[in-house]
Structure formats: structure tokens, C-alpha cells
């Protein structure tokens, strides 16, 4: 399983994350490339545990949830997304942009062994699981931009 801490992962997402452009256009769903990165943004400064988001109750254990989540391909613009992670206005291409080539950077500097957040709808998280859930996110949307 690909992790944001595995240093060729990061450096190829990042390569990605540099290909876009204010003008890449979706292949599926309802986001700009603008409202993706503040979108993905978000999610990383979620596992850093500086962007809170409600919990989410779902009708099966966490442990279940974070299971499919982490091994089961993602359906392309069909995945339920928190209210907190969706984007409904136009944001800063450029800023946010450089924004998450530092969150990139920020969220893998941190000790897998380090305490991580819970997530509102996995439950407990470890530095792996995170860093597999980045690296799946940020690859998820990368594709929806043809990058």
C-alpha cells in the first residue's frame, strides 16, 4: 500500500501536485482544480489535527469503515464527502497550490510512531493509516485532474 512517508510515493505526488494548472480540467465530479486542492488541503490538515470536522456515524463499526476505506478502490465522483471538506467557492489556485506542497512536506516530517488524530468516520488512526489515506486521497484527485 502506497504512504505519503515513503519518500518515492512523496516525491511523485508532489512531481503531480506541480503538474497542475489553473486551467486542468476534471475527468469526473463537481470540483475545480481550485476547490480539489483546497478540498485535499483540508483532509491533511485534518490528520494533523488543526481542521476538526463533526463525526460522522455510520451504520458500521470504524474498524469496518477504515478497512474499506484504506483497501477498496474509490468509486470516481460517487465517494460521500464531510460537509467540512466540500468546496463551494472559488479559492486561490496558486495558494493553495503551494499550500499543500507544504502540507506534503509538513505531514511527513511527523514520526509515523507519533500520536495522530482519530478520524470522524475511521476512528482510531496510527501514522500509517494516515499517511496510507493521504497518499490515497491525494492520488484519487491527482487522477481527476489527468495528473
Known amino acids: 500500500m502506497p504512504m505519503l512517508h515513503d ?62 476505506v484504506l483497501n477498496f478502490p474509490w468509486r470516481k465522483g460517487k465517494t460521500p464527502t464531510a460537509r467540512e471538506f466540500r468546496a463551494r467557492e472559488q479559492y486561490d489556485f496558486a495558494a493553495e497550490k503551494a499550500k499543500l506542497l507544504g502540507l506534503i512536506d509538513e505531514v511527513t516530517a511527523r514520526p509515523l510512531d507519533a500520536a495522530w488524530p482519530d478520524s470522524s468516520f475511521m476512528g482510531p488512526m496510527t501514522g500509517k493509516d494516515w499517511s496510507r489515506m493521504g497518499a490515497k486521497h491525494l492520488d484519487h484527485h491527482l487522477s481527476q485532474f489527468g495528473v
Not at 518515492?8 to 512531481?15: E, L, M, N, Q
Not at 463533526?54 to 451504520?59: G, K, S
Open 7 to 68: 519518500p518515492a510515493t512523496r516525491d511523485t505526488i508532489k512531481s503531480r501536485v506541480t503538474a497542475l494548472r489553473p486551467d486542468s480540467t476534471r475527468r469526473w465530479g463537481r470540483m475545480t482544480v481550485d476547490q480539489m486542492l483546497w478540498h485535499v488541503n483540508r483532509g491533511i490538515e485534518n490528520c494533523l489535527g488543526r481542521y476538526p470536522v463533526e463525526e460522522i456515524r455510520l451504520p458500521m463499526p470504524h474498524a469496518i469503515v477504515k478497512f474499506l
